[in-house]
């Protein structure tokens, strides 16, 4: 289970950043992603990452959201700029790789838990 935080509610224009920890020993990263989903709406992509650095944004973030990781900290954070009311949602992490267990491995396709995003008008 990944330990997503950073959500909360601020203005309009305002910032937040988001964190997501990875438990374990690591050793290899697919991909990495946020997604979020709105009252009412479908779970959609945000921002992804894959293991090689590449990244991707959906249409009405580009410009304003950053996805980065630390692999010293097996953590992944998503920078929100110039948040707008139609960013308000629950905000999700998800990351698919492979982890050491004993003496081999496993992969894994974990997700957070979830943190609310609420941005006032």
């Known amino acids: 289970q990944l330990q997503a935080s950073g959500g909360g509610l601020v203005q309009t224009g305002g910032s937040l950043r988001l964190s997501c920890a990875s438990p374990?020993?690591?050793?290899?990263?697919?991909?990495m992603g946020w997604y979020r989903q709105a009252p009412g709406k479908q779970r959609e992509l945000v921002a992804g990452?894959?293991?090689?650095?590449?990244?991707n944004y959906a249409d009405s973030v580009k410009g304003r959201f950053t996805i980065s990781r630390d692999n010293a900290k097996n953590t992944l954070y998503l920078q929100m700029n110039s948040l707008k009311p139609e960013d308000t949602a629950v905000y999700y992490c998800?990351?698919?790789?492979?982890?050491?267990?004993?003496?081999?491995?496993?992969?894994?396709?974990?997700w957070g838990q979830g943190t609310q995003v609420t941005v006032s008008s």
């Open positions: 998800n990351v698919r790789g492979v982890r050491g267990v004993g003496s081999g491995y496993a992969t894994f396709d974990d």
């Open positions: 374990g020993r690591i050793l290899g990263i697919n991909n």
């Open positions: 990452l894959t293991g090689g650095g590449s990244t």
